[in-house]
């Protein structure tokens, strides 16, 4: 038994000694340590050992087993070393080098454009209100004076969810949902994505973005409507812009218009930016419909108001002389990087 265990001790410390590797250090703890290593084997046979001589060999293998543990240690011990020395020599960090810069990233054009809407609108002391985008009929439609068998609320141009959902094809039903709360008087613009059942192409998404306005007072006139949206206009396009008013036709106000305004490139001579024309149409409004008022329980007798949308990817795409919508939902990096 002693000259066994001598042997074992023997053999451990040559293999100990000739381990290259970390690896292969641990390989040679498990055959000799191990649930079914050669010293535990040892120690399975001391049931046939003469029960007098079992203190003393219990004791030489445990000998043996700290001596063994204490090389394997020492050999792990310089073997880690030896591997992180490597490893510092291999990988020479050169701190003089420049550190890699993080990318900061920087507003879309369409929200740059809607801050500014909303700073001029803001600043004539209204409010930025938002609501859903999957939105009830009720809302989208008839609360807003848009009949059954209007050509709008066509499947080809409205995604429907079932029969009494839709995805709201305007940002209007924030402002029945608005008008609905009874507080007056309502001074708000609604932003957001609106959905149309369009093809995609430089001038159609069947996603994009609006901005509606909405103000509600005793004593609202079109007068008002003409003079907010002239402001704001000088705002967005500078002090020399003019409006010019067109008449139109839109379920949910009476009378309405289009807008126009004076070419900001030409200044309303006439050139390839407004094609000709001097004038840039840019947004639909007029005066609240008395039926948009009275489903919304508010009393045309005694209120009034206009309202007025604009597409924001249309005010985007002028601001900044962009020919085609699609590249503003594209996400191509070198083209946002310009803004
Ligand atoms: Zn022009």
């Given at each position: 038994?002693?000259?066994?265990?001598?042997?074992?001790?023997?053999?451990?410390?040559?293999?100990?000694?000739?381990?290259?590797?970390?690896?292969?250090?641990?390989?040679?703890?498990?055959?000799?340590?191990?649930?079914?290593?050669?010293?535990?084997?040892?120690?399975?046979?001391?049931?046939?050992?003469?029960?007098?001589?079992?203190?003393?060999?219990?004791?030489?293998?445990?000998?043996?087993?700290?001596?063994?543990?204490?090389?394997?240690?020492?050999?792990?011990n310089k073997l880690a070393a030896a591997a992180r020395e490597k490893q510092l020599k291999e990988e020479?960090?050169?701190?003089?080098?420049?550190?890699?810069?993080?990318?900061?990233?920087?507003?879309?054009?369409?929200?740059?454009?809607?801050?500014?809407?909303?700073?001029?609108?803001?600043?004539?002391?209204?409010?930025?209100?938002?609501?859903?985008?999957?939105?009830?009929?009720?809302?989208?439609?008839?609360?807003?004076?848009?009949?059954?068998?209007?050509?709008?609320?066509?499947?080809?141009?409205?995604?429907?969810?079932?029969?009494?959902?839709?995805?709201?094809?305007?940002?209007?039903?924030?402002?029945?949902?608005?008008?609905?709360?009874?507080?007056?008087?309502?001074?708000?613009?609604?932003?957001?994505?609106?959905?149309?059942?369009?093809?995609?192409?430089?001038?159609?998404?069947?996603?994009?973005?609006?901005?509606?306005?909405?103000?509600?007072?005793?004593?609202?006139?079109?007068?008002?409507?003409?003079?907010?949206?002239?402001?704001?206009?000088?705002?967005?396009?500078?002090?020399?812009?003019?409006?010019?008013?067109?008449?139109?036709?839109?379920?949910?106000?009476?009378?309405?218009?289009?807008?126009?305004?004076?070419?900001?490139?030409?200044?309303?001579?006439?050139?390839?930016?407004?094609?000709?024309?001097?004038?840039?149409?840019?947004?639909?409004?007029?005066?609240?419909?008395?039926?948009?008022?009275?489903?919304?329980?508010?009393?045309?007798?005694?209120?009034?108001?206009?309202?007025?949308?604009?597409?924001?990817?249309?005010?985007?795409?002028?601001?900044?002389?962009?020919?085609?919508?699609?590249?503003?939902?594209?996400?191509?990096?070198?083209?946002?990087?310009?803004?």
């Amino acid at each position: 038994m002693k000259e066994r265990l001598q042997k074992i001790k023997d053999e451990a410390i040559a293999k100990i000694n000739l381990a290259d590797s970390l690896d292969k250090l641990n390989e040679i703890r498990v055959n000799i340590l191990g649930k079914k290593g050669e010293l535990t084997e040892v120690l399975k046979g001391m049931k046939d050992v003469l029960p007098e001589d079992r203190p003393v060999i219990g004791q030489l293998v445990n000998d043996t087993r700290n001596a063994i543990e204490t090389i394997l240690d020492d050999m792990k011990n310089k073997l880690a070393a030896a591997a992180r020395e490597k490893q510092l020599k291999e990988e020479v960090i050169d701190v003089t080098l420049p550190a890699k810069k993080s990318v900061i990233g920087h507003k879309h054009p369409n929200a740059i454009c809607l801050d500014e809407l909303e700073r001029i609108f803001i600043g004539m002391g209204y409010e930025v209100v938002e609501g859903p985008e999957v939105e009830y009929d009720y809302y989208n439609f008839e609360a807003l004076n848009i009949p059954a068998n209007h050509p709008a609320k066509d499947e080809q141009d409205t995604f429907y969810i079932n029969n009494e959902i839709v995805l709201r094809t305007q940002t209007s039903p924030v402002q029945v949902r608005e008008m609905e709360k009874g507080k007056l008087p309502i001074r708000m613009i609604a932003p957001g994505r609106v959905f149309r059942s369009d093809e995609v192409d430089a001038t159609h998404s069947p996603c994009f973005n609006q901005v509606e306005g909405l103000v509600i007072d005793k004593n609202i006139t079109f007068a008002d409507l003409k003079g907010t949206l002239a402001q704001f206009a000088k705002e967005l396009f500078g002090e020399d812009t003019k409006v010019k008013f067109r008449p139109h036709h839109f379920p949910f106000t009476e009378p309405s218009a289009e807008m126009d305004v004076t070419c900001f490139k030409c200044n309303g001579k006439g050139c390839r930016m407004c094609k000709g024309e001097g004038w840039i149409e840019i947004l639909g409004c007029g005066m609240v419909h008395p039926n948009v008022l009275r489903m919304s329980n508010i009393d045309p007798e005694e209120y009034s108001g206009f309202a007025f949308g604009v597409g924001l990817e249309r005010i985007t795409l002028l601001k900044y002389e962009i020919d085609d919508m699609r590249l503003l939902y594209e996400n191509d990096i070198r083209f946002l990087k310009q803004f």
